[in-house]
Structure formats: C-alpha cells, structure tokens
T-cell receptor, first 115, second 117 residues
Framework: GAVVSQHPSRVICKSGTSVKIECRSL??????MFWYRQFPKQSLMLMAT?????????EQGVEKDKFLINHASLTLSTLTVTSAHPEDSSFYIC???????????FGPGTRLTVL | AQTVTQSQPEMSVQEAETVTLSCTYD???????LFWYKQPPSRQMILVIR??????QNATENRFSVNFQKAAKSFSLKISDSQLGDAAMYFC??????????????FGKGTKLTVNP
C-alpha cells in the first residue's frame, strides 16, 4: 500500500515553455502533498506544501508564480513549471502523507531538462 | 529552526560486514520523529526506519537498527550483514511531532554508501 506515482518520469522541453508534473496517491487519500527539488548529488529541498482545496505554502526563496501547485483532489497534486529556463532543469520529487504517523511516501521523481 | 547534520559524505563497507552511518540534529522540541531514508540509483526514496522521540527503545527493522541518543541529539543507523543492494544514498530526516505542527521533513545532506563485494 501507500504508492505514489508521478508523471511524466522524464520530460524535455524548450526554454520558455511550461511543463506540468502530476503526483498521484494511488491507494490512499492524501490531504497533504509535498514537492521537492533535488540537484545532482545533493539532498532534497522542499519547495512547497500542498493541501487539498487550499493554496500551497511555499518555502522561502521559491517563486510561487513560477512553480504553480494545484491540489485539486485528495489523490492528485500538480506542479507546473511556467516559462521554464535551463536553470529549472532538475529532479522533482513529490510525496504524500498518510497513516498514523502522517508518514511521507515518495513518488519516483521526474527529471526535467530544459533546453 | 531544526537542522540535521550528516558528517560522512561517503562511507564504504565490505559485503556481509556492519556499517554505521552518523546523524545529529538540533531542535528545541520535545516531541518529534526521526527517519532514515534510502535513495538507490533509481532515485526512489524508501523509508528504512522510523524512531519516535518519546520511545526510549531503539527502533529495529531486520538488518537495520538505530542508536537513538536523545540527550546527545544523535541518531545513527547501523546496517548489519551489508548486502550489495544496500548501496545507496542515505538521508537522515527530522519531523516535528507537535500536534498541529509542521509535517515538513528536514533532511540531512546524505551519506553515500558503497558496498564492496
């Protein structure tokens, strides 16, 4: 149980375009989802916390107008990278919390490459 | 703000041997959770073990165990009988346990574990 999927797993886009990444909890409902960014050989950096039906809470330094988060249902959160630039190239990971401990279960990640 | 420190960027161990990964943290909270996550080359984050701060007994999951020293704010991970599949990045993480508190995980920088055959 507690499986989280992400789609797509890899995406390549041109500079200036927008890219949407989906995060789904497959076998449970998640009131809270998290979006992380991970640079090569580095730790996970929390970008935002997403609560179903309300606005996401962004971490300091994360541009909310550039990284749009929508948590429309208890099983789906989306991250849209708007007007992507090469510096946005990274590995994006989502997680969803569930269970007695509100434990975070992680998706497999999405590798974004902006040309 | 809470911080998590992993002082060993890289560690190596021989197959079937035991290795200990270090983690220290800083917090003023009394109720919290500590986690070890594994990130293999596939980059899928996998929970290895969880420790509740209010529990004195160290958590154990098969070959994985922790040494939780609350006063010293230390939370090391011991891997016994190391296997080639244990090779991965290991991240120590902290989460507040206060009711109504943040569910955010605070991660350390990670330790890359290599298992030599």
């Amino acid at each position: 149980g507690a499986v989280v999927s992400q789609h797509p797993s890899r995406v390549i886009c041109k500079s200036g375009t927008s890219v949407k990444i989906e995060c789904r909890s497959l076998d449970f409902q998640a009131t809270t989802m998290f979006w992380y960014r991970q640079f090569p050989k580095q730790s996970l950096m929390l970008m935002a916390t997403s609560n179903e039906g309300s606005k996401a809470t962004y971490e300091q330094g994360v541009e909310k107008d550039k990284f749009l988060i929508n948590h429309a249902s208890l099983t789906l959160s989306t991250l849209t990278v708007t007007s992507a630039h090469p510096e946005d190239s990274s590995f994006y990971i989502c997680s969803a919390s569930a269970g007695f401990y509100n434990e975070q279960f992680f998706g497999p990640g999405t590798r974004l490459t902006v040309l | 703000a809470q911080t998590v420190t992993q002082s060993q960027p890289e560690m190596s161990v021989q197959e079937a041997e035991t290795v200990t990964l270090s983690c220290t943290y800083d917090t003023s909270e009394s109720d919290y959770y500590l986690f070890w996550y594994k990130q293999p080359p596939s980059r899928q984050m996998i929970l290895v073990i969880r420790q509740e701060a209010y529990k004195q007994q160290n958590a154990t999951e098969n070959r994985f165990s922790v040494n939780f020293q609350k006063a010293a704010k230390s939370f090391s991970l011991k891997i016994s009988d190391s296997q080639l599949g244990d090779a991965a990045m290991y991240f120590c993480a902290y989460r507040s346990g206060n009711q109504g508190g943040s569910e955010k995980l605070v991660f350390g920088k990670g330790t890359k574990l290599t298992v030599n055959p």
